[in-house]
């Protein structure tokens, strides 16, 4: 079954510290996307990736960066986590006529 | 600009009852349209997806969805609800031959015993 792993489930981040959110698929899909879902707006696109070596900004690329070191793997990263960065993210892959899977998400809290 | 709109933030109906979630999609072309289910804690799972062809289309647990180019709506149904339906269901939008999935807000549905 089609798989995708987020790491880690819940993290708690100081104002100004470094995050990095890991997702793993097994699906060998050539996308993966970072959405992050907040109360009200459901869920918006931060960055995606067509395959390895490969990202793109989404619609709120602010104050995040992301890497594609391989077909597998797909980070976020905060350099500079703010509180206006808690919220729950979650990664995906997919490819042009298949479903696109999620993973369970991670909790982010930022202080 | 693609955009959906999710009108119900909250849904409650009772057992046995039937259902609709309404969806109203904006774009110039026909797009594809999805509907993801999310149960707590969990990540979203695909419900059904529409492309082309007949307008009602069937998903998984019983759920159908209809589209209407006429009304730029694309509205979950469910004859009969079960408790274990009660989850946020998202509608979804991309243009043909994307993935980038465009969300709407979500309605939280429960399912009242």
């Known amino acids: 079954e089609a798989a995708v792993t987020q790491s880690p489930r819940n993290k708690v981040a100081v104002t100004g510290g470094k995050v990095t959110l890991s997702c793993n698929q097994t699906?060998?899909?050539?996308?993966m996307y970072w959405y992050r879902q907040d109360t009200g707006h459901g869920l918006r696109l931060i960055h995606y990736s067509y395959g390895a070596g490969s990202t793109e900004k989404g619609d709120i690329p602010d104050g995040y960066k992301a890497s594609r070191p391989s077909q597998e793997n797909f980070s976020l990263i905060l350099e500079l986590a703010t509180p206006s960065q808690t919220s729950v993210y979650f990664c995906?892959?997919?490819?042009?006529?298949?479903?696109?899977?999620f993973g369970k998400g991670t909790r982010l809290t930022v202080v | 600009a693609q955009s959906v709109t999710q009108p119900d933030a909250r849904v409650t109906v009772s057992e046995g009852a039937s259902l609709q979630l309404r969806c109203k999609y904006s774009y110039s072309a026909t797009p594809y349209l999805f509907w993801y289910v999310q149960y707590p804690r969990q990540g979203l799972q695909m419900l059904l997806k529409?492309?082309?062809?007949?307008?009602v289309v069937q998903g998984v647990n019983g759920f159908e969805a209809e589209f209407s180019k006429s009304d730029s709506s694309f509205h979950l149904r469910k004859a009969s609800v079960h408790w274990s339906d009660s989850a946020v269901y998202f509608c979804a939008v991309s243009a043909s031959g994307s993935w980038q999935l465009i969300f709407g807000s979500g309605t939280q549905l429960t399912v009242m015993p």
């Open positions: 529409y492309y082309s062809g007949d307008p």
């Open positions: 699906n060998n899909h050539n996308n």
């Open positions: 995906a892959s997919g490819d042009a006529g298949t479903e696109v899977f």
